[in-house]
Structures are given as C-alpha cells and as structure tokens.
C-alpha cells in the first residue's frame, strides 16, 4: 500500500508433554523517538556518522538515500533481479554496528536507491531513509509514541509473557507480489473483528480495502466522496474519508467517532489478503509493541 512497499516490490518476491511458562518480558535497550512529518523518526549513527531514519513495519528491508549512502562510505553492490541481472538504480551496502541510542544493532543491509526527487516533490519525508522490521528479528520492539521512547530487547530465545490481550503477528505478502509486512489480529471496526497491517509509515487512522468493505458492515460509509491527501502513500494518493462509531483494539476502545478511510483509485490493494491497515493516527496515542520473536502484538 506504501511508497516503499510498491517501490521495492519489484525486487522481493508431534505431542506435547508439558508447556513451558513464558518468561518475563525482557530488559530493552531505549532511544529517543523524534516525529518526521507525522512518522516516528529514529536518530542513527551508522558507520560513525548520523542519520535520520524511520522505523518501517511495512518492508522488511532497511534502506537508504543514494546520497546519505554515499556519504557514509558504504561499499555498495548490485542488486540482482530473478534473471539474474542488475535491476538499474538498485544497489544495497551493509554497514555494522549500527547504534540508535543504547540499542546496538550487529548489523544491518540497506537497499539503496536515489530518492531525493521523491523527496523534493514531498512525496516521501525527508530523512535519509528507513529501519525497517527485518533489523528486529527475535526482539521485542517497543514503539512509546506519547513518551517519545523508542524500545528494543536483546534477541529471544524463549518465549516472553503476553501482558494481557496481545493479536497474533503475521508477515505476509502486500499482495501477491509485494514484501511482507506486519499484520496482526486484535483490531476492531464498530465493533466487527478485523485483521490489518500495523503501518509504521502510513500516517492516517484505519484504511479498510474494498474486498472487507461489506464483511464489516461498511458499505454506506465506503460511499463517501469526501477525500483526504496522503502525500507517503503510493507516491501521494487521495482516499475516500467517512467515520467510523468505534475503532478498538481487543476489549479496549482507542477512539470514537474517529476517521476511517477507503482506497481512491491510485491506492494500491493487498488482493484481499487482509481487511485494512493502521496507522499513526490511531496508534500514536500509545505504547505499541511488537514482539518479532513469539509474533505477539499489543498496545498499552
């Protein structure tokens, strides 16, 4: 549905005898979360230098300006479609020791691409690029939006408690040929079960897609014609904006009478692999949690 996800699509394609109890959630390591025209940013050294990036559960690859790459002084290679060949102006680079606050992260490979014309016509933020979900793997992440903390634990090894109502992660495909990406159980739409992606990068509150308007009891609000711009979105899209009585989350209520959005013509769709996808508006009044290593998600 994102900007990146549609812009690097092209490249991705017994019985038990006793249960173990799950332990405590671990220890995390912090870092200040800054907001990048609406989208949680993430001050970066990488390779001594700083960048800025934004945290991304909507690609599993980490990526970089063109520029910021060159300057930081990674060593850059091609990147090889399904025949084999270089795909043009697609290369990726590794960089180690990536440190955002405390954390520590071994280390991470970007893709790299010049996005400064998407930049300069605003369609993607300015910053130097993204951190995505695929850096996280076994960890618990922790995305406080109203602290402004950002949290993330040493790599899992065992299973770590559910503290209360927790969805179920998926990472599926965004659509047949898309990356995967972060979806999970859990959300409610006026009270009706819906499974979305958690969309770091999408800054409205829930799209519903046109293949879940009527499983959830939508159609007379998928008929407004009043749209909204959504400048990070497929390059800049307009959706459709009605309102929904309640978005929830388990048990819990997160707002009412709150925007709720469907696809415009230029959307791209997931072929009705999920119903919808969440975004900062909704998310950004909480704590959000994603545990990569048990694929558990919650918010507090």
Same mark, same amino acid.
């Given at each position: =549905?994102? /900007?990146?996800?549609?812009?690097?699509?092209?490249?991705?394609? %017994?019985?038990?005898? +006793?249960?173990?109890?799950?332990?405590? #959630?671990? +220890?995390?390591?912090?870092?200040?979360?800054? =907001?990048?025209?609406? #989208?949680?940013?993430?001050?970066?050294?990488?390779?001594? *230098?700083?960048?800025?990036?934004?945290?991304?559960?909507?690609?599993?690859?980490?990526?970089?300006?063109?520029?910021?790459?060159?300057?930081? %002084?990674? *060593?850059?290679?091609?990147?090889?479609?399904?025949?084999?060949?270089?795909?043009?102006?697609?290369?990726?680079?590794?960089? $180690?020791?990536?440190?955002?606050?405390?954390?520590?992260?071994?280390?991470?490979?970007?893709?790299?691409?010049?996005?400064?014309?998407?930049?300069?016509?605003?369609?993607?933020?300015?910053?130097?690029?993204?951190?995505?979900?695929?850096?996280?793997?076994?960890?618990?992440?922790?995305?406080?939006?109203?602290? +402004?903390?950002?949290?993330?634990?040493?790599?899992?090894?065992?299973?770590?408690?559910?503290?209360?109502?927790?969805?179920?992660?998926?990472?599926?495909?965004?659509?047949?040929?898309?990356?995967?990406?972060?979806?999970?159980?859990?959300?409610?739409?006026?009270?009706?079960?819906?499974?979305?992606?958690?969309?770091? =990068?999408?800054?409205?509150?829930?799209?519903?897609?046109? $293949?879940?308007?009527?499983?959830?009891? #939508?159609?007379?609000?998928?008929?407004?014609?009043?749209?909204?711009?959504?400048?990070?979105?497929?390059?800049?899209?307009? =959706? /459709?904006?009605?309102?929904?009585?309640?978005?929830?989350?388990?048990?819990?209520?997160?707002?009412?009478?709150?925007?709720?959005? /469907?696809?415009?013509?230029?959307?791209?769709?997931?072929?009705?692999?999920?119903?919808?996808?969440?975004?900062?508006?909704?998310?950004? +009044?909480?704590?959000?949690?994603?545990?990569?290593?048990?694929?558990? /998600?919650?918010?507090?």
């Amino acid at each position: =549905m994102r /900007f990146l996800a549609s812009f690097f699509a092209c490249i991705l394609f %017994g019985t038990a005898v +006793s249960v173990a109890q799950p332990a405590a #959630l671990p +220890s995390p390591a912090h870092a200040t979360l800054s =907001m990048c025209d609406g #989208l949680p940013c993430l001050d970066t050294q990488v390779e001594g *230098k700083h960048v800025r990036l934004a945290f991304d559960t909507g690609n599993p690859n980490s990526a970089l300006n063109l520029k910021a790459a060159e300057a930081l %002084g990674l *060593k850059l290679e091609a990147v090889n479609g399904a025949d084999g060949k270089p795909i043009a102006g697609f290369q990726k680079g590794t960089a $180690t020791n990536v440190t955002v606050g405390d954390i520590v992260l071994p280390k991470v490979t970007f893709l790299v691409v010049d996005l400064s014309s998407s930049i300069g016509a605003k369609t993607f933020p300015d910053i130097d690029g993204t951190l995505a979900y695929g850096a996280f793997k076994d960890r618990i992440v922790q995305v406080d939006y109203p602290a +402004s903390v950002f949290s993330v634990s040493e790599p899992l090894t065992a299973a770590a408690a559910c503290p209360g109502f927790c969805g179920d992660i998926a990472l599926i495909t965004f659509g047949h040929r898309g990356p995967p990406i972060v979806t999970t159980t859990g959300f409610t739409v006026n009270g009706k079960p819906a499974v979305v992606q958690v969309d770091t =990068m999408f800054t409205g509150t829930l799209l519903v897609f046109p $293949t879940s308007v009527e499983k959830l009891g #939508l159609t007379t609000e998928a008929q407004s014609k009043d749209t909204q711009y959504f400048a990070f979105t497929d390059g800049g899209v307009d =959706m /459709f904006r009605a309102e929904a009585k309640e978005q929830g989350f388990g048990p819990k209520t997160l707002t009412t009478k709150a925007p709720l959005y /469907f696809a415009g013509p230029k959307v791209h769709l997931p072929d009705g692999l999920f119903d919808g996808t969440v975004g900062a508006d909704l998310l950004g +009044s909480h704590k959000v949690t994603f545990d990569f290593h048990d694929n558990k /998600f919650w918010l507090d």
